[in-house]
C-alpha cells in the first residue's frame, strides 16, 4: 500500500488536533515523572541519613536499657537494705520513676508488704502498688496482706486501698477482721464501712 493510500485511509485517525492534544497530554506526564524523580545523589543521601538516624536510634535504645537495668538493680538493692529509710526511698523512686510494670521490682514489693517490720514502708509499698490495678498479683497479694497483716495503721491502710479497688474478694477477711475482738475499734469501724460500700 502506498503512503498516499494508507494517509487517505487513516484520515480521521491524523487529526492535527486530536494528535496534538495526545501528544501534549503524554508530553506533560512524561514531563512530571522526570521533573519529580529524585538525582541518584539525593537517593544515595536520604539512604545515608536514613542508615544514620536508625544507627542513632539503636544507640538511644541501647543507652536507655542499660540507664533502665543500672536503675533498676540500684532500686532492688535499696528495696533490700537494712536501713527502713532507704527503703522507703526505694519505694518512693519507684512510686515516682516506673510507670510500666516490672515483675521483678514488684516481687520484692510484695516481699516488702508481707515481712517488712517497718509501718511507713509498707503504708508506701501499698501506695506504689496500687499504680497498677488491674495486676492480679498485686491484688491477690493486698488481700492475703489484709488477712494476715495485724498492725492497725497498715491494715486501715490496706482496707482502703482494697475498697478503691473495689475487691469484692475483701468481704471475707474484711468480716474476719470485724469479728476479731483483739483488733483495735478504729480498725473494726474501717472494715465495717468498707464491708457496706463493697455490698452496695
Known sequence: MSLKTYIQNHSTEIDDEKMSIQAEAIFENRLKAELHKPSKGKLMYLKYISIAACVGLLITLSIQSINYK??????????????????????????????????QIIDT??????????DNVKIATVDALLKFPDNETIRTNLLIAL????????????????????????????????????????????????????NL
Open 70 to 103: 543500672k536503675d533498676k538493680a540500684e532500686l532492688i538493692t535499696n528495696l533490700s537494705n537494712d536501713s527502713a529509710g532507704t527503703r522507703l526511698e526505694g519505694v518512693y523512686h519507684f512510686d515516682d520513676a516506673y510507670n510500666k510494670e516490672d515483675h
Open 109 to 118: 514489693l510484695v516481699k516488702i508488704l508481707h515481712n517488712d517490720t517497718n
Open 147 to 198: 488477712g494476715t497483716e495485724t498492725s492497725p495503721l497498715v491494715q486501715i491502710k490496706l482496707i482502703k486501698s482494697l475498697i478503691l479497688l473495689r475487691e469484692n474478694r475483701a468481704q471475707k477477711p474484711l468480716k474476719e477482721i470485724i469479728e476479731n475482738e483483739q483488733n483495735i475499734p478504729i480498725v473494726i469501724s474501717n472494715a465495717t464501712l468498707a464491708m457496706n460500700k463493697l
